[in-house]
């Protein structure tokens, strides 16, 4: 059988992400094996949290540079705490944001977007923007975000561009209820704001998870009508999906 290539993944833990046991040469290997051609490691530095935010940041990126890796870091913010990273020394920042308050509802995303929109405001050191409806994959029904949040997810979107930031596309959820993260409305609102910088990522935290989703998360884009996505050689350019 024909394995096919995908063409990157860009949300990967390795053992130095506190929910992850994953070594670096084992996930280079899996993604071989996997015919990945790009990836990027991208542990959580997780400002609020000391227990994931651990990351001796010049030993980290020694070891991505032994391995020709790109440096990239999962910078999950809450708002709040100090803003203490010098995020210039990594080549992929993901800004992330965590917190939902329970039960989670669309009140819930609704105040999860409404942070998350302060936050993008605040700080530009970032790359691209992960999982952007990440609450919903925690709703028990995994419910999808409501019409009403749709101004907001707007202004989130539009920011986002004006930034020159790309949209992170979070495959992890596809498993559990068929779309990415974010969903095929939100991935079509962003393309008819003039979006089109796009990254992929299977946010894998065991070595068999690397790469899932992937290929049917091309697919979707590829439904929706999107041509490229971003990948990092020594610069960034866009690869044709
Ligand atoms: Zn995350
Ligand atoms: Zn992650």
Redesign the pocket.
Known sequence: MRVRELLADYHIHSNYSPDSESEILDIINAAREKKIKHIIITD?YELADEHANTIDIDTYRKEMERYSLPVGV?L?WDGVKELNVDTKKFDYV?L?H?YVEEPINQESYRNYLLRLYDIMKRFDGYHAL??LD?PRRYQNQNEPFSKELFDIITDILKLLISQGKSLEINTASIELYGEPNPSFEILRLYKSLGGRNITIGS?AHSLNQIGRGVERGIEILKELGYNYILVLDTEWREAKI
């Open positions: 959580h999962e999950g993901l992330s965590h992960a999982h990440f946010d």
